[in-house]
C-alpha cells in the first residue's frame, strides 16, 4: 500500500511540470517587431510545418498576448492531450525594436524550433 502511495504521488508532481519550467529550447532575434514576427510564426506553425509538429489532423495555432506590445506567445488552438503542453512560442519584443523568439518544446518536437527560426532570418 505504502508504494501504491509514492507511486501516486510522484505521477502527481510529475503532471504538474510544465514547459513553463524549462529553458526555452533556443532563443532567436528577428530585426522585425513584435506584431510581424507573431504573424510570422502563426504562419510557419500554420503552413509549413503541421505534420512535423503532430500527424493527424492540421492544428492551426493564435497569438496569445501575455503583455500587451511586449510579449505574446504562439500556441496551438486546441489543447494536444498527452498531459498538457507540448509546445509553444513566446516572442519578446527589444528596445531595439527587434524581437526575441523563445521556442519552448517537449523532447524532439523540431518542427517548433525549425518555425522559430524561420521566422528570425
Not at 507511486?7 to 514547459?19: K, M
Amino acid at each position: 500500500m505504502r508504494s501504491v502511495i509514492i507511486l501516486a504521488t510522484a505521477a502527481l508532481t510529475a503532471c504538474s511540470v510544465t514547459l513553463r519550467n524549462d529553458p526555452p529550447a533556443a532563443t532567436f532575434t528577428a530585426s522585425t517587431g513584435l506584431d510581424e514576427t507573431a504573424t510570422c510564426l502563426v504562419r510557419a506553425l500554420n503552413e509549413d510545418n503541421p505534420r512535423a509538429l503532430l500527424p493527424g489532423p492540421h492544428l492551426t495555432h493564435q497569438v496569445q498576448i501575455v503583455e500587451p506590445g511586449r510579449v505574446y506567445e504562439v500556441l496551438p488552438q486546441k489543447t494536444i492531450v498527452v498531459g498538457g503542453e507540448v509546445y509553444f512560442i513566446r516572442a519578446t519584443a527589444l528596445p531595439s525594436g527587434g524581437t526575441q523568439i523563445e521556442p519552448f518544446a517537449i523532447g524532439t518536437w523540431r518542427g517548433v524550433k525549425e518555425a522559430a527560426e524561420s521566422c528570425a532570418g
